[in-house]
């Protein structure tokens, strides 16, 4: 929590001063839709209408500064671009989520609280935070406007997920990437918060919220400065030894002629451990993909699947938009009878990370 911020007193507390009213919600047992939310990523404005036209009911999007947890150079959206794209989304009855899930701090909350202001005056369906203090700003401030619980908010069960809604009026939260299937259905049960999950994107080993490498290398953390490994702190070098990259001058990765080169995080790098030599000690690069477990997550009551990658171009959203779509739309008409299409795990395959999938915390043979 950022030193700015301050707690509400619970909505129990009703003489408290300043308490803040519950937004009603109904249990997500009796509302749930039998076919959750396809929740599509849009990084530019091409990538926003490549997700409206190919099936999205929702894309979420960010400014181009440090409240959202996307702040690379060339991403985001000036207000034009997000005026144009509020309308190209809401004519063809597609929701637009704001994303400011990054921590204001104490010295200039400022730019966080005119975000907000913006994304309510602009029509945005939804705005996504992590920060209590900048979720108690939007519930005095804003209060006909929906909040959803970023996944940087490290939120991992019932009881932290209700205790947002007594305290601010939270209406969704999403998950982060650390449970398994029924421990995601144990959450679902317990609260009447809708969840959105991850269903397809690049993994984070970290628990959401709470990484500390990015920070400890480049001395900017994401969680403030919107960024994991930002480009000013990235260098490319040939050697003699092949192409090396390294994050303000820490050698992440060294890559061999022809061999694909990924962007440098030091969740992905491959490191000297021990007597192993260059291996991904932390985490490989592969992308999340539970195209399998969708009659499971569906039965459990999710109500939005979302699609992992506003830092993507337009042809990969268009193309994960599409097979989501497809699968979305075949599974809550054939449940009993669903799997997925052979087509489907191919094209996927083709826009992975390091072009591999896998059903990450979610299955886990071994329970």
């Given at each position: 929590m950022s030193s700015?911020?301050?707690i509400?007193?619970?909505?129990?507390?009703?003489?408290?001063?300043?308490?803040?009213p519950?937004?009603?919600v109904?249990p997500?047992t009796?509302?749930?839709?039998?076919r959750p939310?396809?929740?599509?990523p849009?990084?530019?404005?091409?990538?926003l209408?490549?997700?409206?036209?190919h099936g999205?009911?929702?894309?979420?999007l960010?400014?181009?500064?440090?409240?959202?947890?996307?702040n690379?150079?060339?991403?985001?959206?000036?207000?034009?671009a997000?005026?144009?794209?509020?309308?190209?989304a809401?004519?063809?009855?597609v929701?637009?989520?704001?994303a400011?899930?990054t921590y204001?701090?104490a010295?200039n909350p400022?730019?966080?609280?005119?975000?907000m202001d913006k994304a309510?005056?602009m029509?945005?369906d939804?705005?996504?935070l992590?920060?209590p203090g900048?979720?108690q700003?939007?519930?005095h401030?804003?209060p006909?406007?929906?909040?959803?619980?970023?996944v940087q908010?490290?939120?991992t069960?019932a009881?932290?997920?209700?205790l947002y809604?007594?305290?601010f009026?939270?209406?969704?939260?999403?998950l982060?990437?650390?449970l398994?299937?029924e421990q995601?259905r144990?959450v679902?049960?317990?609260t009447?918060?809708?969840?959105?999950?991850?269903?397809f994107g690049?993994?984070?080993?970290m628990v959401?919220?709470?990484?500390a490498?990015?920070?400890?290398?480049?001395?900017?953390s994401p969680?403030?400065?919107?960024?994991c490994?930002?480009a000013?702190?990235v260098?490319?070098q040939?050697?003699?030894r092949?192409?090396e990259?390294?994050l303000?001058g820490?050698l992440?990765?060294?890559f061999a002629?022809?061999?694909?080169?990924?962007?440098?995080t030091?969740c992905k790098g491959?490191?000297?451990?021990g007597?192993e030599?260059?291996y991904y000690a932390?985490e490989?690069p592969?992308?999340l993909n539970t195209l399998?477990?969708?009659p499971?997550?569906m039965?459990?009551?999710?109500?939005a699947?979302?699609?992992?990658?506003?830092?993507?171009?337009?042809?990969?959203v268009?193309e994960v938009?599409?097979?989501?779509r497809?699968?979305?739309?075949h599974?809550a008409?054939?449940?009993?009878?669903?799997?997925?299409r052979a087509g489907?795990?191919g094209?996927?395959?083709?826009?992975a990370?390091?072009?591999q999938h896998?059903l990450g915390a979610y299955h886990r043979?071994?329970k």
């Amino acid at each position: 929590m950022s030193s700015s911020t301050l707690i509400a007193p619970v909505a129990g507390d009703v003489a408290g001063a300043g308490a803040v009213p519950s937004a009603p919600v109904l249990p997500a047992t009796a509302a749930a839709p039998l076919r959750p939310d396809l929740v599509c990523p849009a990084g530019s404005l091409p990538a926003l209408r490549a997700a409206v036209d190919h099936g999205a009911d929702c894309v979420y999007l960010g400014l181009r500064d440090a409240t959202n947890a996307r702040n690379f150079a060339g991403l985001n959206f000036d207000d034009a671009a997000i005026a144009t794209g509020i309308r190209y989304a809401h004519d063809r009855g597609v929701k637009v989520f704001m994303a400011l899930n990054t921590y204001p701090q104490a010295s200039n909350p400022q730019p966080w609280r005119e975000a907000m202001d913006k994304a309510a005056g602009m029509g945005a369906d939804a705005v996504i935070l992590a920060d209590p203090g900048l979720m108690q700003y939007a519930a005095h401030r804003h209060p006909q406007l929906r909040l959803h619980l970023s996944v940087q908010g490290s939120a991992t069960h019932a009881e932290a997920i209700n205790l947002y809604r007594e305290q601010f009026g939270i209406t969704r939260a999403v998950l982060p990437r650390v449970l398994s299937v029924e421990q995601v259905r144990q959450v679902i049960d317990r609260t009447p918060v809708e969840i959105e999950v991850f269903g397809f994107g690049s993994l984070c080993v970290m628990v959401e919220g709470r990484c500390a490498l990015s920070s400890y290398a480049t001395g900017e953390s994401p969680n403030t400065h919107g960024v994991c490994s930002p480009a000013k702190a990235v260098r490319w070098q040939e050697t003699p030894r092949g192409l090396e990259a390294r994050l303000n001058g820490v050698l992440i990765d060294r890559f061999a002629e022809g061999e694909s080169a990924g962007y440098p995080t030091l969740c992905k790098g491959r490191f000297d451990v021990g007597d192993e030599s260059s291996y991904y000690a932390i985490e490989e690069p592969t992308s999340l993909n539970t195209l399998a477990l969708l009659p499971q997550l569906m039965k459990a009551g999710v109500r939005a699947i979302k699609i992992e990658g506003r830092q993507r171009s337009p042809a990969y959203v268009a193309e994960v938009t599409r097979v989501w779509r497809e699968a979305l739309d075949h599974c809550a008409a054939q449940p009993q009878t669903y799997v997925p299409r052979a087509g489907w795990m191919g094209r996927l395959e083709q826009v992975a990370e390091g072009q591999q999938h896998t059903l990450g915390a979610y299955h886990r043979p071994w329970k």
